[in-house]
């Protein structure tokens, strides 16, 4: 039976990742702000294998991925008890959009760190935030490769559980370590940040 994914954000990038997930066989659950019918015309895309649900029960899954706005998060503190849970955080730190995209100041943390903080023990791993989600509904396997998918977390098991994940969904897992080091390189602003690399052999 494969890992369940439950998805809190269902907008671009959360419905783009069901698809991904939904093609690869895993029972995917997806969820929005609101009441989980307003997400009839997306599970009638996804098709068979994605539930509409509420972020409550998206976050029992055995992977989590927070694919909803920074300012949002705080507000998923008190949602389940998020104590060794494995939750991939593919939101980027935006206060503002076009045409400035300013940044929160984290004092010094990263931003998955700072989420990290807002739920209580459990193992973030940062993954699917850096490409545009124009790009990350193509096809994964380009020529003879696959594109890159970084993975940054500090818990080697739920990162080793995320990274299988990526590879069973067609994309190819690039390890950058800690939280503290490898997601500063993903997350908005970030070196690798929107960087479309493709991985040979
Ligand atoms: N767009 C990209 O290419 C891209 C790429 C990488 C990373 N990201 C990051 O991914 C995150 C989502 O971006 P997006 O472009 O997908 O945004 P989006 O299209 O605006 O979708 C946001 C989704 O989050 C839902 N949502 C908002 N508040 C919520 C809450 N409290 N509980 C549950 N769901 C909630 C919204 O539901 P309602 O419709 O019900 O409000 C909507 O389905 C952001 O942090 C963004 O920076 C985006």
Same mark, same amino acid.
């Given at each position: 039976?494969k890992n369940?994914?439950?998805? =809190?954000? $269902?907008? %671009?990038?959360?419905? /783009?990742? #069901?698809?991904? !997930?939904?093609? +690869?066989?895993?029972?995917?659950l997806i969820?929005?702000?609101q009441?989980p019918?307003?997400?009839?015309?997306?599970?009638?895309?996804?098709?068979?294998?994605?539930?509409?649900?509420?972020?409550?029960?998206a976050?029992?899954a055995d992977?989590?991925i927070?694919?909803l706005?920074?300012s949002?998060?705080?507000?998923?503190s008190?949602l389940?008890?998020?104590n060794?849970?494995i939750? =991939?955080? $593919?939101? %980027?730190?935006f206060? /503002?959009? #076009?045409p400035? !995209?300013?940044? +929160?100041d984290?004092?010094?943390?990263?931003s998955?760190?700072?989420?990290?903080q807002?739920?209580?023990?459990?193992?973030?791993?940062?993954?699917?935030?850096?490409?545009?989600?124009?790009i990350?509904?193509?096809?994964?396997?380009?020529g003879n490769?696959?594109r890159?998918?970084?993975?940054?977390g500090?818990?080697?098991?739920?990162k080793?559980?995320?990274?299988?994940?990526?590879?069973?969904?067609g994309f190819?897992?690039?390890?950058?370590g800690?939280?503290?080091?490898?997601?500063?390189?993903?997350?908005?602003?970030?070196a690798l940040a929107t960087?479309?690399l493709v991985?040979?052999?």
């Open positions: 039976m369940s994914i439950g998805i =809190i954000g $269902a907008g %671009n990038i959360g419905k /783009t990742v #069901a698809g991904h !997930f939904v093609k +690869a066989g895993f029972p995917v969820s929005n702000s009441d019918e307003s997400l009839a015309e997306t599970i009638a895309f996804l098709g068979q294998g994605a539930r509409a649900v509420r972020p409550v029960e976050a029992e992977i989590v927070l694919a706005p920074w949002e998060v705080p507000g998923l008190d389940t008890d998020w060794g849970r939750v =991939i955080d $593919a939101t %980027n730190h206060i /503002t959009y #076009a400035d !995209f300013q940044v +929160a984290l004092d010094g943390l990263a998955t760190e700072v989420v990290q807002h739920l209580s023990g459990a193992r973030l791993v940062k993954a699917f935030n850096t490409i545009f989600f124009k990350l509904e193509q096809d994964p396997q380009v490769g696959n890159v998918l970084f993975v940054s500090d818990d080697s098991e739920a080793a559980v995320v990274s299988q994940a990526i590879s069973a969904i190819a897992p690039v390890d950058l800690s939280l503290a080091v490898g997601s500063k390189f993903q997350q908005a602003k970030g960087l479309n991985k040979i052999g």
